[in-house]
């Protein structure tokens, strides 16, 4: 399956990527600024089956997991207007909305604490025009980056982003010290932030 | 401000993933609150789990499911920003949701030995871990102690040392298990730390060795 989805992946060219991104910024904005229905459908066409994968991986039946892809569409329409486009792309906007829910709603009985990252940016954080231009690149770097990790630290992201597990939990369940899945999971972050050029 | 000691790049990745314990959770959100480079690391972070959902094979959502997300648009409303939480506040806002007072003075400190007072953040009935608001007095020293489980501690007023160096308001040790660290509290005032540790029968016999000079226990 992994290798099929590679395939994928692949197939999509940068370019694509940049383009498709900007498209989903515009139907965002229609959304937020217009209350555009036809914009919100296009959404929920591509994000919908992705977010029913991501929502069947722990404990959910097909039935729970498209209560949950209904909520977090509804939480895409309610919540447009707080998308900022220069702090990342709609993708991960919206995969913030899935890990939120699915911690509040399959994980309720210990959830996590969360921070609005944005709540607490200096007005000085704002990144400038040109900054959410490059932005739009840095989808295409982040697969990019994703490509190039090793399948071992790429597993260990699988389980932790995807199936919902913690460290000791992914330890447990491929047989390894925990301090193995942290060390993976420093370098897979390592890769990212080299490819991205972020700072430490 | 920014803070000088950061979150270890597994624990943002957790994070960004979700997976931490409400403890552990705790500490590290009221770290980003106050650190913008860690709010950068979880946002590159975040983007990486962004793209792992981009790449899920599809699984097909009925018609039902989209015909009652398009019905449920007219009865939704668009929010809108809500009023910022004040970034620099003495209480982190993650924490201060958790506290019943304001103050950290008005807390209920139990004092376990001159000094040194603890304070026991109620988290949910199934959290894995605790968190303790530790009070160490101007020039008080923790004895030496291994860390017998995943700990996370965040300097909320005060700053200490130890053989890493300087920890002040804002700074996080996000420490292995392996690690040992005597830190001293600094002259001048005391030292208060928000301090998680995952493991609750570990962390009995680290806070029994931790106290123990103190109390006698």
Same mark, same amino acid.
């Given at each position: ?134 932005? @739009?690149?840095?989808?295409? #770097?982040?697969?990019?980056? =994703?490509?190039? %990790?090793? *399948?071992? +630290? ?27 899945? @942290?060390?993976?999971?420093? #370098?897979?972050?390592?890769? =990212?932030?080299? %490819?991205? *050029?972020? +700072?430490? | ?217």
């Amino acid at each position: 399956m992994l290798v099929a989805v590679m395939t994928t992946v692949e197939q999509h060219s940068k370019h694509d990527k940049v383009i498709l991104e900007a498209e989903f910024r515009n139907l965002m904005k229609r959304v937020a600024q217009n209350r555009d229905r036809a914009a919100f459908e296009k959404l929920f066409t591509h994000f919908a089956p992705r977010l029913k994968s991501f929502m069947m991986r722990k404990n959910a039946n097909a039935e729970l997991a498209e209560d949950l892809v209904q909520e977090a569409m509804i939480a895409v329409w309610n919540k447009a207007g707080l998308y900022e486009p220069g702090k990342g792309s709609v993708t991960t906007w919206i995969f913030t909305i899935a890990r939120n829910l699915r911690i509040d709603r399959i994980r309720r009985e210990a959830p996590m604490p969360l921070v609005e990252l944005g709540d607490y940016d200096e007005a000085s954080d704002d990144p400038p025009g040109d900054e959410v231009l490059a932005r @739009k690149q840095e989808d295409s #770097l982040v697969s990019k980056a =994703l490509g190039g %990790i090793p *399948e071992e +630290q790429r597993q260990i992201l699988l389980l932790s982003f995807v199936e919902d597990m913690a460290q000791s939990e992914i330890a447990t369940r491929l047989n390894i010290p925990l301090g193995t899945v @942290k060390s993976r999971m420093r #370098l897979a972050y390592g890769h =990212l932030r080299r %490819i991205l *050029e972020i +700072q430490p | 401000m920014t803070p000088a000691h950061h979150l270890d790049h597994s624990t943002i990745l957790a994070y960004a993933a979700g997976t931490l314990d409400e403890s552990i959770g705790l500490v590290v959100a009221s770290h980003l609150a106050w650190c913008p480079q860690c709010r950068a690391a979880v946002r590159a972070a975040e983007a990486l789990g962004g793209e792992l959902m981009e790449q899920l094979p599809d699984a097909a959502v009925s018609d039902g499911c989209r015909a009652r997300t398009m019905a449920m648009l007219d009865g939704a409303t668009l929010h809108r920003f809500p009023a910022p939480p004040v970034a620099d506040a003495a209480v982190p806002g993650p924490l201060a949701r958790l506290l019943p007072v304001a103050n950290l003075d008005e807390l209920p400190w139990k004092k376990k030995a001159p000094g040194v007072a603890i304070y026991d953040v109620k988290l949910s009935p199934t959290a894995k871990g605790q968190v303790k608001l530790l009070r160490i007095g101007p020039g008080r020293a923790v004895p030496e102690h291994g860390h017998g489980g995943e700990e996370v501690t965040l300097i909320l007023s005060g700053a200490y040392r130890d053989h890493m160096g300087r920890f002040g308001r804002g700074d996080v040790a996000d420490l292995d298990e392996d690690i040992e660290h005597k830190p001293v509290a600094e002259a001048g005032g005391d030292c208060i730390c928000l301090v998680a540790i995952e493991r609750p029968t570990r962390f009995k016999s680290f806070a029994a060795r931790l106290m123990q000079p103190l109390v006698g226990i």
